[in-house]
């Protein structure tokens, strides 16, 4: 197991203890505690619904909706939820998928604006689709008027400490993971990743530079089979993306404009088939680009870009902090990555 597994998978009783999930997080989300205490509210999924002006109680919507304060959120069983419109996720967040599968698919998903300090676990989030401008109830029950989506999976908006963790992201309209608009301290873990174009995108676009703030932890996700691009695409921000497995790619893997930095660290990559084997992507020719322990298999090659005096380092704090794998056992570090099947009894 990778190191944020280690810390919760192999307790026998996490189902007594799911809190303990908040302090195994590494990267730049730091450690999860402000979304544990006693005033948590513990809240149970049981109605797959969804009504986007007016929730019921029992619906995930409702729980974004209608609870103030820190929510911990599970599932009471196996659903399949489609969402009328996006759901705007509530600051101090937990949505809890593990013990069971809950897929959210088929229309709307998730929308993060503003928000922060936000764990998204456990979930199978997939085709996701376009949703045209219109009111949807928000945080403490206000109708908010959104403009139209594009269809991605997880989309971050001027959000902050946010840890994406053993999620299954697929066949979604646009993107699947978007972290835009000055959002920054994302940790992206464990994923499984396939069956995408556009992938992953880090910055908004190449005028809003506010994003040069922008820091983002990648690792231990499995990208792939059928992985186009943006694994991820990078704009003025700061990307450490470590320990992932890539089996192959279309267009490239990692991708950059706006003079980003990217350290690419002890990862797997498997060149696809073909005459595409190079990794890399630099729209300006102007990213700093390093590769430091990656493995490189069936003829993969990265393109190293650094300018003079460049500085390429996560700069964790010690909260931030973890040792980071040889990229040779990388396989079995992600053999896990995505939505957990977790056993009635037992360790997950």
């Not at 997080?25 to 969804?50: H, L």
């Not at 029992?58 to 969402?83: C, E, H, N, P």
């Not at 219109?134 to 400490?161: E, T």
């Not at 069956?195 to 990208?223: E, I, P, R, S």
Request: glycine share 10%.
């Amino acid at each position: 197991m990778n190191v944020i597994d280690k810390c919760w998978r192999t307790n026998p009783n996490w189902r007594s203890n799911r809190h303990q999930l908040a302090t195994c997080s590494v990267g730049y989300v730091g450690k999860m505690r402000n979304n544990t205490g006693p005033d948590v509210t513990n809240y149970k999924v049981t109605d797959p619904s969804d009504d986007a002006l007016d929730p019921k109680p029992g619906t995930l919507r409702y729980a974004m909706t209608s609870i103030k304060g820190k929510v911990w959120i599970t599932f009471q069983r196996d659903m399949s939820i489609k969402l009328e419109k996006p759901l705007l996720v509530n600051s101090f967040t937990t949505i809890d998928g593990r013990g069971v599968i809950v897929d959210i698919a088929y229309g709307a998903c998730l929308l993060l604006q503003e928000a922060n300090n936000v764990i998204i676990h456990g979930l199978r989030i997939h085709d996701c689709v376009a949703q045209g401008a219109g009111p949807v109830m928000g945080p403490n029950g206000k109708i908010v008027q959104l403009g139209p989506v594009d269809g991605d999976a997880i989309r971050m908006v001027g959000s902050s400490k946010i840890w994406v963790d053993h999620n299954t992201l697929f066949d979604s309209h646009d993107g699947l993971i978007d972290v835009t608009r000055g959002s920054t301290d994302i940790t992206i873990s464990n994923n499984w990743f396939r069956f995408q174009d556009k992938v992953m995108l880090l910055g908004h676009d190449d005028g809003f530079q506010a994003d040069k703030g922008m820091k983002v932890t990648v690792a231990f996700n499995h990208f792939g089979p059928h992985c186009q691009q943006r694994m991820p695409r990078v704009r003025f921000g700061y990307a450490h993306v470590v320990n992932n497995l890539y089996l192959g790619w279309g267009q490239y893997a990692i991708g950059g404009s706006m003079n980003p930095n990217i350290k690419s660290q002890a990862n797997l990559f498997i060149a696809p088939e073909g005459n595409n084997k190079e990794i890399t992507w630099d729209s300006s020719e102007d990213g700093n680009f390093m590769s430091i322990h990656d493995v490189f298999e069936n003829g993969a090659s990265f393109k190293e870009s650094l300018d003079e005096g460049a500085v390429v380092s996560p700069d964790y704090r010690p909260d931030q902090n973890f040792e980071v794998a040889d990229g040779r056992v990388v396989r079995s570090l992600t053999k896990s990555a995505g939505a957990l099947k977790c056993p009635r009894i037992s360790r997950c």
